[in-house]
């Protein structure tokens, strides 16, 4: 029978590559790190966390899987969140020069980047497997513990390497159209990311 600790080399894999491929989060926190810097970021990046060990939790509870089973509740959330995601990409490819004072307002709260995960596909999927794969019935919440503290690790990792990326490539976004360049960039990469949730909500 295995134990949680079995388990533990295949979840880590399983949780660095879900942090670290992109996504909805890592293309926001790219553009934070260059528009405001890793500092400045860190709320976003808390915030991130905080949601996505509630998406965790959320799963373990059964929240996911009544959702599923009330299609409406599950379409209302749908809506509410990828319409969040989307006023977000559009105030990213919106954003002003890099680092002139007042041009891009400032970045995302914790509040704001824990509410953002309630519409992100990949963190309710990446959520939702992680607790479906690597839980154990003979001892479900230790390993719940488990997985909340192995992919708050592996994120935590991964979300400030994005940022710390957004933050290098500041140093070469030397003109105003290069600036807009790169907002525009992620922002199309965001809402790239997005399509699998939008097609979705269209097939609905």
Aim: net charge positive.
């Amino acid at each position: 029978m295995s134990t949680v600790w079995d388990l533990l080399p295949a979840m880590s894999v399983f949780a660095f590559v879900t942090a670290m491929t992109p996504g909805p989060n890592n293309f926001l926190l790219a553009s934070s790190g260059a528009q405001f810097g890793i500092r400045q970021s860190l709320r976003h990046l808390v915030g991130i966390r905080i949601g996505v060990i509630g998406l965790v939790l959320l799963c373990a509870g059964g929240v996911a899987l009544a959702l599923k089973q009330h299609p409406e509740l599950y379409r209302v959330l749908q809506f509410l969140g990828l319409g969040y995601m989307l006023w977000l990409v559009v105030k990213l490819m919106c954003f002003n020069a890099i680092g002139k004072s007042g041009s891009a307002g400032k970045p995302l709260s914790m509040k704001q980047a824990m509410l953002f995960q309630l519409g992100n596909v990949k963190a309710w999927m990446g959520s939702l497997a992680l607790v479906t794969s690597y839980s154990l019935p003979s001892h479900y919440w230790l390993s719940v513990f488990n997985i909340v503290v192995v992919f708050t690790v592996f994120g935590l990792f991964a979300n400030t390497c994005w940022a710390g990326v957004g933050r290098w490539i500041n140093q070469y976004l030397n003109t105003s159209l290069k600036q807009r360049a790169f907002n525009v960039s992620l922002g199309c990469m965001t809402l790239l990311s997005l399509l699998p949730a939008i097609t979705e909500m269209i097939k609905l």
